[in-house]
């Protein structure tokens, strides 16, 4: 168990629709990054957050936004969801004492319908 | 676009043989780190080594790096049925914005 929460575990919908992607870093973490692997393009880097606010940009498209709260916990929003948008979406946090080391929650994973 | 790139991008082994793999990367690092990923998973920090270094060991991980030619390679030892999983390099400067390589499909065969 990494500590890092993800919710939902699992996510159907349809084309068009928007979905929120809760994640709860570890205790005492600061940084939460998301990422998204689908089976074609590998995981990639969609964007950062440190102590709420925006620290590091990916690949992340317009229609997808993201936030980190005073509590520390993110939620990545999807709208206008297309059917390449079906990925696996992982949440990872670091302690920014400790080099290098994400730890990674067990992820959401999106099927759009 | 990718940071990294590993090869092979799937292995298939016996148990009890050596896994090496390989990873390639574009711009200069600060560190670089190897993970693991269990089918469908989350990612499983394994080991990182910093640009300064040549070579780390972690139990029977061994990890080279190679920043003249921008590579690292990821050697296990004695391979386990339970090793079966994929593997991935990451590389960033500060570890803000880690990029994740395509990884390598190991398959460990009892």
């Known amino acids: 168990d990494s500590g890092v929460t993800q919710t939902p575990k699992h996510l159907i919908t349809a084309t068009g629709q928007r979905v929120t992607l809760r994640c709860s870093p570890r205790s005492g973490d600061l940084s939460v990054y998301w990422y998204q692997q689908s089976l074609d393009q590998g995981l990639q880097f969609l964007i950062q957050y440190y102590n709420g606010e925006e620290r590091a940009k990916g690949n992340i498209l317009e229609r997808f936004s993201a936030q980190q709260f005073p509590d520390l916990h993110s939620e990545l929003n999807l709208s206008s969801l297309e059917l390449g948008d079906s990925a696996l979406y992982f949440c990872?946090?670091?302690?920014?004492?400790?080099?290098?080391?994400?730890?990674f929650g067990e992820g959401s994973r999106l099927t759009v319908l | 676009s990718q940071q990294g790139e590993e090869d092979p991008q799937a292995l298939s082994i016996q148990e009890g043989e050596n896994a090496t793999m390989n990873c390639s990367y574009k711009?200069?690092?600060?560190?670089l780190q190897w993970y693991r990923q269990n089918s469908g998973r989350g990612l499983v920090h394994l080991i990182l080594?910093?640009?300064?270094?040549r070579e780390k060991h972690s139990g029977r991980l061994r990890v080279t790096l190679d920043t003249s030619k921008k590579s690292s390679s990821l050697l296990i030892t004695a391979s386990r049925a339970a090793d079966t999983a994929s593997y991935f390099c990451a590389t960033g400067y500060n570890t803000d914005k880690l990029i994740f390589g395509t990884g390598t499909r190991l398959q460990v065969f009892p």
């Open positions: 711009t200069s690092i600060n560190n």
């Open positions: 990872a946090s670091r302690d920014p004492r400790v080099a290098g080391e994400l730890f």
């Open positions: 080594i910093r640009s300064n270094e």
